[in-house]
């Protein structure tokens, strides 16, 4: 009930702070007889890893995930994969002067509203840190998937108000700008508004959209568990995730039923994947902690002025695309085995 | 795993179909010792039922939900509480037409594809009608979330391009207009604009926004299970939802972080609640079914005319708003549940 | 988390006091496509229904179960089946003395121990008439499992100190006789026994056995949801069980190995089903309520004398053979369900 | 679904094979602000560490637990406790004969049938070693039951047909004899016992009794998830459980309801507590492996003779002592929590 889980038949338990001594997670449910390509799954994880983006945080962590169980000779067993990813850049000591004060736009305060405590160090379990248990779930999921001819591919839409064109996205082209832009055009733009705002020691937002391809029709339980419902949740647990919209999203909103009923419904109708391409897109709000001295509370309730040092992205959605993607393919799996049992 | 139940310390199980002997449910859940007020579960009901605005359907049905279990002398005893709404202007012959046809935007294909068959009076289970059974659940837990001093209100605030003016709200205005608009200026526009899609046999989409008072700081977990995690898998399970966003949401992605972090962040830091008023908005494509012939294909591959008779809405978001906020009361009270083991 | 739901992938949730309007449930999971014979579920409801044996209760419940949903022309949708039985003959008023004081082997203290009030009637929730929504749950499975070619029969295999013998068990025989035994020898003392302590104003416990033929090899999750743990979670769920034994049982703690190695293990090996029959017994207490006057305490502590009157089985394990098997058949169809997800 | 995690509030979620990297777990759900004492689970986890008794297997493992999040300065913070137990003398090669042969009394060739594959080293994920994760969820859950005034004792009761004095129990000496028996003067009986079958190459069973004091009236759910229920499940979790009973158990079958009703319930009614004692017995079977030679057969079917080598414990109840206690403070913690929500 605390909510470190995700999933029904695939499920993520994760576990770590930010500046204990490692963070990790137990993949349950994966069928058995699945070969596991080790060397994947760290790609997969060096995509997300602090410094894997020029445009990114200094902090620099190898981020080695070491599989503790559930495979064996290169084949899952269908017993559960524990799995852990020491903290080896940890410098907890940087964050002393945060331990009475309350970052602006941070869960500091929320946190020790709720648990009546906190690890402060670099934000404790609140760090984004923790995503890094979704991506090597992810990367396991991925490779099931594969099999099964379902592919997921996100990139970066939107930073602040540049915005990649729809006619000019070409997939292939994602990971060879530091911004995972689809739009090369856009994404040399977009690199220039991030170097500019951490030039001014501030920060921007963004939008991460998700293109998955070969999803068969069926998957998706049509009231509460809507693929779509299971995808927003998802996507929202991701930390500073502000909105989800599926197909035409807000957009659909203003629109007639005439003109909306001959549009893409992003690839699921009442809860279902149609069998067409998935579309959704993900808002992310700007980096919370900035370079400017900002005012703010302390533990007493005084106002006190934060000068925050420490290592942050200046815009987050390019280190959001391997987790949205990660992300993706854990709610995929798992309705694709829960599609096993819907008929006799 | 067939999605038919959301909560987890306080849980709705739905059944039904729309053209079925009845729709329902059971609420578990519930702590024992809430003094139940049976005619405000009601009154809820009457304000999504069938006929509840001049701008709806025109399907009548009583709705009169009918208590099982759970309930003795007026209070809820801590076991389930079943209840059931039976179907009675159900008419089932209506739709014998579309048995071999699959509407255009609708589940019909979809859910075939998934099961292998469907109900197809009236859309079955995928029928909005099954909301119904989520208005009683959120009835129950607004009682308690009353007692607790949260107050959750939802309006409508944009249909098609015409949106409410955020500095024009009343929240006390929204029941006085058939649109269920929260500002009396723009409800009068929006009505315009339904009636004139009705009679050009279209639809319209719509936003309904959702503002919620009184929340105790710390509700919410922290990683997958977030607040508004939780609430936007909710609404995404609402029929014809596409989009969910919270505090600035889409707009937030377009920000810089000095400018962000002094707004409102809807009331939710790091999944939890803060104790200020938490917004959230949530988007709806215009209603599939519309009066104009289209095009759609049949069991067999073939192109058919649609020339729909049924009884529809033209526009989803006056009936949607008191959903959302059934919706946002069950998400509130499990956290609120959950929050109790939250400290030693 | 008010455990009112069982299973994981077929699932049960129930609702129901014994003299409120009805009792029933919601089945969810039940693949699409299975041919439901209605009848058939009747027929197990009337097996477990009061009076169904002249050794039982007079209380006279029709017991007549009504589908609302999940079922259309005779097949399963996929979608949850929504039942409910009311509750015809309930005779609140009788129980009306009992409001005050507690009954000597009843949860009447401990339900407001743990709710701070309860029904009173007839034991309300705690009442024995909670499992029909168990055998209309069971029914359903049954026959699901009887297409897969597995077999669920149990039968009373002690009353008080009255054995069966397992030399001359037939299992076409139990339902030939009042007491539900299979041995047709100690079936004629097992009833000359409950009809003696119903003549002494007492009761009596009992052991129903129960046997599986055609599980396939493979069912059950090794760790902590292994078949056995499943099956004992289900019958200890059973009002007035006490034991759960699978294989040699209890008998097998006194056995060398090499001799418990060649032994049959009850068609489990690790939480896994071997594919040889499975074997388990369960243990009842004899019915707390007797026509002998008891002493007792009431509300205020007082101690007070019980003299019951109400309508009671002398020996539970007649009426138990039913709910053992529909909670057997929930269980295994649960696991063949899962067991579809372990493998790739 | 894959059954590796126990408890709804607490929860354990396991992972580990025996000859994998490590086995390990992660528990969720223990409230913040418990101080944790280290050194108190390691102590627990040393009471099941091979090696402990003289009477048990000479594998020797170290067994140190290493907790590697949810604890900050000795205080557990609400978030998961990431843990793991390396496998520090795996000996794989020992098993290498095994691959193609399936032991007789082991999950050897069930699990196979599962998942067409298996981890064959040292049983893999069915070895009894992936109760040292219990053991440690186990003795986080009894610090916090600890502060509520619960206290949970388990001993041996019974070993082959020698069996302790319920008159002579003291559960002050259990530690004191290498059998972990509370009556001393069967202790000695109980050794020879074991210390013969050893001398012989053969095994023998024995029941695990358990006696939990301070209880409060009010924990369970009333219908499947009684407390009783819960027990059961968990005790059949353990490797080579066999049976459980509560309260006067299968014995109670054979009483009449005059007798019963003066007697012990067992310290729960209606599957919630009384507030009393609660006792229960488990029963488990003779370890399967024995260095007689046995007959079996291989992957192909043939029948071929077995001599055992490996390292195994003549009787597996001495060290299943502290694994009983540490199921039952898993589920008693877990209903703690869980009566949290009972009433307004």
């Known amino acids: 009930m605390r909510g470190n889980t995700i999933g029904q038949l695939f499920r993520l338990t994760s576990f770590g702070e930010s500046h204990g001594p490692a963070i990790g997670g137990v993949v349950d449910g994966c069928p058995a007889g699945l070969e596991l390509d080790l060397e994947a799954v760290q790609r997969e994880l060096d995509r997300r890893r602090p410094g894997s983006t020029p445009l990114g945080t200094t902090r620099n962590e ?26 080896a850049d940890a410098k907890g000591g940087d964050y002393d002067k945060l331990k009475d004060m309350y970052r602006p736009g941070h869960a500091d305060k929320t ?26 779930a992810g990367a396991i999921a991925r490779q099931f998937l594969s099999a099964a001819g379902i592919e997921v591919s996100a990139y970066v839409s939107a930073v602040g108000a540049v915005k990649a064109d729809p006619a000019k ?82 957009e659909a909103s203003a629109l007639r039923g005439s003109e909306h009923n001959k ?10 994947s149609t069998g067409e391409a998935i579309h959704f897109d993900v808002a992310f709000k700007p980096t919370a902690t900035i370079a400017q001295a ?7 309730g005084a106002t006190v002025t934060l000068q925050a040092k420490g290592r942050h992205d200046p815009c ?3 280190r959001a695309v391997p987790i949205v993607e990660a992300m993706a393919c854990i709610v995929l799996m798992d309705h694709l085995l829960r599609q096993r049992s819907a008929r006799t």
Chains 1, 2, 3, 4 share one sequence.
């Open 62 to 87: 190898a981020d080695r995930v070491e599989l503790l169980s559930g495979v064996h000779e290169g084949i899952t067993l269908g017993t559960p994969i524990g799995f852990l990813i020491p903290n």
């Open 111 to 136: 946190w020790e509203d709720k648990f009546g405590l906190r690890d402060h160090r670099g934000g404790g379990r609140s760090s984004a840190r923790t995503t890094a248990s979704v991506v090597v």
């Open 169 to 250: 996205l070409d997939l292939a082209t994602v990971w060879d700008n530091p911004v995972r832009c689809a739009d090369p055009g856009a994404a040399a733009a977009m690199t220039a508004l991030i170097e500019e705002v951490r030039a001014q020691g501030d920060s921007v937002g963004g939008v991460v959209s998700c293109s998955i391809q070969g999803t068969p029709a069926g998957l998706g339980e049509p009231v509460f568990d809507k693929l779509e419902a299971d995808l927003a949740k998802a996507m929202l647990g991701i930390n500073a995730a502000k909105g989800f919209q599926v197909g035409s999203g807000f």
């Open 263 to 272: 549009r893409s419904q992003g690839g699921i109708l009442g809860g279902i």
């Open 294 to 300: 900002q005012e703010t509370t302390d533990r007493t």
């Open 316 to 318: 987050v959605v390019p």
